[in-house]
């Protein structure tokens, strides 16, 4: 099982949380024993999505920024590209990049109270990192463009109705239905598993190779945008507000 462990920054993906990500999943292929990763977030949320911090250093620093955005390419492809299935426990709210990784795995269990949210075009930002791709494909391009153009939060019932999820789970009950259906997959013939996997994820694969490459270039751009400038001055006043007080 993977834990993303930052519970008292509601698992906000920082530089050493996407990099030790990306390191598991590119580990897993050596690893013949695995047959199912369970993914899920420490604490209360799955993953509240980009660390303020790191969007700031991007925003600031082109080499971050570049180094960054590789890293969610090469995850993006990491996660595509392993034939073990990847279960996701999102035990809470999986919001911009949380919501992309969750949508990455491919069989989804969600608290009932959970939600998924893409607000990242509120704040100024592109989400390169394969949300785009991933939304429009599972829940189809008009509640794609509905949910991501507002940011508006989708509850675990209504991702359940467009496909974006296997399964609501009952309340704090979700690892534990991940696990039984991890189990269950573990039981089966690694060799049928896998290939199946690989089949199904070729579609996929064809659809966003040329894709995530104009979005992840797209987002870098929209670093250098007023709008978001403007935004991380204001919210980096803020916290610089809030340590002197």
């Given at each position: 099982?993977?834990?993303?462990?930052?519970?008292?920054?509601?698992?906000a993906?920082?530089?050493?949380?996407?990099?030790?990500?990306?390191a598991?999943?590119?580990?897993?292929?050596?690893?013949?024993?695995?047959?199912?990763?369970?993914?899920?977030?420490?604490?209360?949320?799955?993953?509240?999505?980009?660390?303020?911090?790191?969007?700031?250093?991007?925003?600031?620093?082109?080499?971050?920024?570049?180094?960054?955005?590789?890293?969610?390419?090469?995850?993006?492809?990491?996660?595509?590209?392993?034939?073990?299935?990847?279960?996701?426990?999102v035990?809470?709210?999986?919001?911009?990049?949380?919501a992309?990784?969750?949508l990455?795995?491919?069989?989804?269990?969600?608290?009932?109270?959970?939600?998924?949210?893409?607000?990242r075009?509120?704040?100024?930002?592109?989400?390169?990192?394969?949300?785009?791709?991933?939304?429009?494909?599972?829940?189809?391009?008009?509640?794609?463009?509905?949910?991501?153009?507002?940011?508006?939060?989708?509850?675990?019932?209504?991702?359940?109705?467009?496909?974006?999820?296997?399964?609501?789970?009952?309340?704090?009950?979700?690892?534990?239905?991940?696990?039984?259906?991890?189990?269950?997959?573990?039981g089966l013939?690694?060799?049928?598993?896998?290939?199946?996997?690989?089949?199904?994820n070729?579609?996929?694969?064809?659809?966003?190779?040329e894709?995530?490459?104009?979005?992840?270039?797209?987002?870098?751009?929209?670093?250098?945008?007023?709008?978001?400038?403007?935004?991380?001055?204001?919210?980096?006043?803020?916290?610089?507000?809030?340590?002197?007080?």
């Amino acid at each position: 099982m993977l834990t993303l462990n930052r519970a008292t920054q509601r698992n906000a993906v920082d530089s050493e949380l996407h990099e030790a990500l990306l390191a598991e999943m590119l580990s897993i292929p050596d690893e013949p024993e695995v047959r199912v990763v369970v993914l899920t977030g420490a604490g209360d949320a799955f993953s509240a999505g980009g660390d303020f911090g790191l969007i700031e250093r991007m925003q600031q620093d082109r080499d971050v920024r570049e180094a960054t955005l590789d890293t969610s390419r090469l995850l993006f492809w990491a996660m595509m590209a392993l034939d073990v299935p990847v279960v996701a426990a999102v035990n809470g709210p999986a919001v911009g990049a949380g919501a992309t990784l969750a949508l990455l795995c491919d069989i989804v269990v969600m608290d009932e109270h959970a939600y998924l949210a893409e607000p990242r075009v509120g704040i100024g930002l592109v989400p390169g990192d394969g949300g785009a791709i991933l939304w429009p494909l599972l829940a189809g391009v008009p509640a794609a463009r509905a949910y991501l153009l507002t940011g508006e939060r989708m509850p675990a019932q209504e991702a359940f109705r467009l496909g974006l999820i296997h399964r609501v789970a009952r309340s704090e009950s979700a690892l534990d239905e991940a696990m039984v259906l991890a189990e269950r997959l573990a039981g089966l013939s690694p060799h049928a598993v896998r290939a199946t996997k690989r089949a199904l994820n070729r579609q996929l694969e064809a659809m966003s190779r040329e894709g995530l490459h104009l979005d992840l270039e797209a987002e870098s751009e929209s670093f250098e945008t007023p709008h978001l400038k403007a935004l991380v001055s204001k919210l980096a006043a803020r916290r610089g507000a809030v340590k002197d007080g």
